[in-house]
């Protein structure tokens, strides 16, 4: 059974950091293209990030600097590490293995003074 499970989401003031995880299971991880997206209320999902097997990574130029995207194939896990955070950076973040199409639930980050 494929699993992908984000955590790590939460409620943080502009300006903090918060960093998601997404631990994968039931498909080869390490060989699988992995991103970050996610979905603001009433947008498009969008990519916040990706990074191949062989560890080349790609940002948004909107994003770059402050998001930084990174995977442990030990641990099956793909990290975002969110900095400098916004109230715009507010939505629903999701894992996703994108040349396998599979998708975890979600986690919501919302930050907010």
């Known amino acids: 059974q494929v699993l992908l499970v984000e955590s790590g989401g939460g409620l943080v003031q502009p300006g903090g950091s918060l960093r998601l995880s997404c631990a994968a299971s039931g498909f080869s991880f390490s060989s699988a293209f992995m991103a970050w997206y996610r979905q603001a209320p009433g947008k498009e999902r969008e990519v916040v990030a990706s990074?191949?097997?062989?560890?080349?990574?790609y940002y948004p130029e909107s994003l770059k600097g402050r998001f930084t995207i990174s995977r442990d194939n030990l641990k099956k896990t793909l990290y975002l590490q969110m900095n400098s955070l916004k109230p715009e950076d507010t939505a629903v973040y999701y894992c996703?293995?994108?040349?396998?199409?599979?998708w975890g639930q979600g986690t919501q980050v919302t930050v907010s003074s």
């Open positions: 990074i191949r097997s062989s560890g080349s990574v």
């Open positions: 996703s293995a994108m040349d396998r199409g599979f």
